[in-house]
């Protein structure tokens, strides 16, 4: 792919790293967005590989990750490996002049994601996490009442996202070598979405933590605490919550629908309590086309990393979450050293 030929064209070759179910959500919402060819997918398993491209229509499936990243025709890929590996995946596709869009959350911790940065700031290649949430409708909508003052000085923000998960120490959540455990894999959601409406920077941070299964954090609480507002949030594998989030302000609130982060429906109500205005937009696909549309939209533009998700908010997230791990004395025994 040649660098100056990405801000001209109307559609793009993409390329999936992985074929799990993240994967296969991903594939559907690319088959249905305007723009995007499914070009080619890759697998640890040529066989597994080639389920996938039959199943989705894929033109090319690869054996082995690096043969995905060499190919001249991909103009960019999405990597959704477990989170153990996306620093070295991400790094075979900057080493390849490939452009990358990765799973949440992107990296193990912040000195990786800082160091994959800085390579694909010096290879001039977009770089972008692939959280969902903050290219929906709802969630932009919520960011628009909130900066035209609807609601006032935010004072409080509760956000939970918890799943009854069974136990399965084969199972990726639950194993400290691929990065598993609550934190990284869903309480990222609660704090992406706290500090995008309070800041990443809070005074102070409190947390209690239950560590299970092979050495992760198996449910935990967070308190952030601002100079005049708290964030509150709740994330685990042991229940099934109602996965809600609210924003309350000095002159109202903004509630989510259940599972906050990919739901449809936003409501605004006033000081008083009465419902304001409500916003739903039903998701045309599954709501995985709105960070493809993201992503190509920044190509086209000749960007190198999303207007909605910029590294520098992505960076500060795991940053925050370094320090709740570090005040729990948890390390993964597969990061690697920077």
């Known amino acids: 792919m040649l660098c100056g030929m990405v ?3 109307s559609s793009f070759n993409w390329g999936i790293m992985a074929s ?18 499914l070009y080619a997918v890759a697998s640890r398993s040529l066989e597994k590989a080639r389920d996938f491209a039959n199943k989705h229509g894929a033109e090319k499936a690869y054996g082995s990750y690096e043969e995905l990243a060499k190919d001249s025709a991909v103009d960019i890929i999405y990597i959704a490996t477990p989170m153990s590996c996306h620093y070295d995946n991400v790094k075979l596709c900057f080493e390849h002049g490939k452009n990358v869009l990765c799973e949440k959350t992107i990296t193990l911790n912040a000195d990786e994601l800082e160091e994959l940065i800085k390579t694909a700031k010096s290879k001039n290649l977009f770089f972008m996490e692939a959280m969902w949430m903050k290219c929906m409708p709802h969630f932009k909508k ?12 935010v004072k409080a923000i509760r956000a939970d996202h918890s799943n009854a998960v069974a136990y399965d120490r084969d199972d990726r959540l639950f194993r400290n070598d691929l990065g598993g455990g609550a934190l990284l894999d869903i309480c990222v959601y609660p704090i992406t979405f706290a500090a995008s409406f309070l800041g990443f920077e809070p005074k102070e941070i409190m947390s209690a933590v239950h560590i299970g299964g092979e050495n992760v954090d198996m449910n935990e609480a967070i308190i952030m605490k601002y100079e005049n507002a708290f964030a509150s949030m709740f994330a685990g594998f042991d229940v099934l919550n109602d996965n809600r989030a609210v924003i309350v302000g000095t ?28 916003y739903t937009f039903p998701h045309p696909c599954n ?34 979450m370094d320090k709740i791990r570090q005040t729990w004395g948890l390390t993964f025994s597969g990061e690697n050293e920077s």
């Open 251 to 278: 002159q109202g609130r903004i509630e989510f629908n259940p599972w906050f982060f990919c739901t449809d429906t936003v409501r605004l109500y006033g000081k008083n309590g009465a419902l304001t205005e409500e």
């Open 20 to 37: 799990g179910k993240i994967a296969e959500k991903f594939a559907e919402a690319l088959n249905f967005t305007e723009g995007a060819r």
């Open 287 to 320: 709501g995985y086309e709105y960070e493809i549309t993201e992503a190509q939209d920044c190509l086209r533009d000749g960007l190198k990393e999303s207007r909605l998700i910029p590294l520098s908010d992505t960076l500060a997230v795991l940053k925050l």
């Open 7 to 9: 801000e001209v064209m």
């Open 142 to 153: 919520a960011l628009h009442w909130h900066k035209n003052g609807r609601i006032g000085e």
